[in-house]
């Protein structure tokens, strides 16, 4: 098998088909509900035509989720009441199957994937876990670049890699998961570097931090984006200097998604920051993107308004992990059975108005 | 088997409970992940505690789905461009499994039951189909009282004589859902009469009317509230001059609910307003109300704001049938799952913060 290179999967992404995307309206007029009534529903049915070329679209069944972990040396700058510790640790309780992403997993009928793209401590190798450790953990973003630009593009293609095996094993939707202790530091200084914001407008609470660690953490990420300067036309520049592995695989993950024209729901803010290099490496990757939900997270809010993206879920969550992809499956199947199962004003012999 | 009455299920509704929603409040801190990270779950899940009063609550499977059917005597008054005959066209497309609630509520795993509590078209009886039909559509309420007292305590009984039923045959979480050609316009009038507003701010476009049809339904709304002047204190008197068979019925079926504490799902406008009257008859029935979406039309907003309801969903769905209900159960069911499923910190050894 050839392999398949960042370069190979930017290349295969594709604007969204708009035969597909006119069929879909056309048929949504027919169904037996008022125009427009199902609201968002129904955008998101003509997006995943123009994604997939078809209309209807498929069902997003069997879906898998991809739990991307990895730690940061930006810890040690203290942005994070946590110990690093915890992204090993929960990295465990995810393959044991009792994190938050699991229960609401094995609700929706989705599979969980670990990846271990840079955890800090070794992992055993367990049933579910994909060793795919690229160094363990960054550098800290603030002295120096986070990664090496040939780690940033080990990691992208470490995501793509393992959205291929998914999508072999027959995925018809993909979700972004995140673990990493002090992550949410790299998300903001992303979504800061790619959409123009500040430090400010990016960085939010994480796990729930006060006043005064939020203050520092502002300045943590103002600071790293001083040094680096990162270049938005710079995608892999941008990933190397201020982000992290679990967002470069992330990144990664949803470029192939979009190159195999199969619909990705994007978690919260580190999803949103992968997800925003990945417009930046391919604008049309946008149109495979589903925004789960809106993350408590400023951040999330800046980086969907840059992709234009509405959030389907709006609970006031900021676990990561995947969970708000998760909960939004339903949705987004909900979306897509509405034109498979529904029927027209002439099939079901109902009036019009 | 003795006669469930409205008194005597309005006699059963009793206040949450206060150590049951203590222990829920206590376990989520315990659980793997940080405080407060799913938001609007984590009080959902406590709310349901404190209904079930005990923790972690029953998982809110099996679901079932009543759509309740009726017609208005009020669509004479041009308030919708739909055909009244479009109520019962519906009604058998929802015993085909055609329509929009029937194609979520299979993939939620629900079950749909039609309830022709009013409709003007006689109707084949169907499997599904329960026959209680109070009276061939309402009467024109700008003209004379929708119903007479004993048509709408008949409609409210018929709500919950559907609840007990399906909450015999296993049922742990009930769905609200209606259909009824011109009922947006009784909703209207209903929720101005139960919260104080106005006419205008409760009125909304239905299904989808022009500048001209909506200045005329509230000009329509306006006089029924008139006319009758209905006293939000006497429920019963407020359903039957300015209600509907089908809003009278969820009432019913809402106390019903909360009386047995099974958790029961709003759905969007009429639903809404069938929660109004229900707690105008028993305040604590609101403990066992759990705001599906965030219907488009602008009376839902005023009525769960009346509720102190918070909506899970918001994706400009104006549909109703139960749709927007549906769409939440798996919503409400992963912030169930949650206090089942997740690892504690102890058990999983997660270091905490």
Redesign the interface.
Known sequence: MTRVTLESTVAAVRPADQPAMAAARELQAR???????????EELSVRLAGLAGTCPPPLPSPAAVAVFAGDHGVHAQGV????Q??TA??A??FL?G???V???A???GASVTVVDVGVATPLPEGTDLIEANVRRGTLDMTVEPALTRDEARQAVETGIRVAEEMLEAGAKCLLTGDMGIANTTPAAALIAAFTGCTAEQATGRG??IDDATHAHKITVVAAALERHAPDPADPLGVLATVGGLEHAAIAGFILAAAAHRVPVIVDGVIAASGALAAAAFAPDAIAAMVAGHLS?EPGAAVALAHLDLEP????????GEG?GAV?AL??V??AV??L????TFD?????E?
Do not use: C, I, Y
Not at 31 to 41: E, I, N, Q, R
Not at 340 to 343: D, F, G, L, P, S
């Open positions: 169904l037996t509900k008022p125009a427009g009534s199902l609201g968002a529903l994070s009441p946590w110990p510790e915890v640790q929960m465990l309780n044991a009792g994190a938050v699991n229960a609401f094995r609700q929706a796990t729930g408590a389907l879920l709006d609970l006031g969550m900021r676990l969970s909960l339903p949705v199947a909900a059975r509405v498979h199962e529904v029927a099939s079901a012999g109902v009036s108005k």
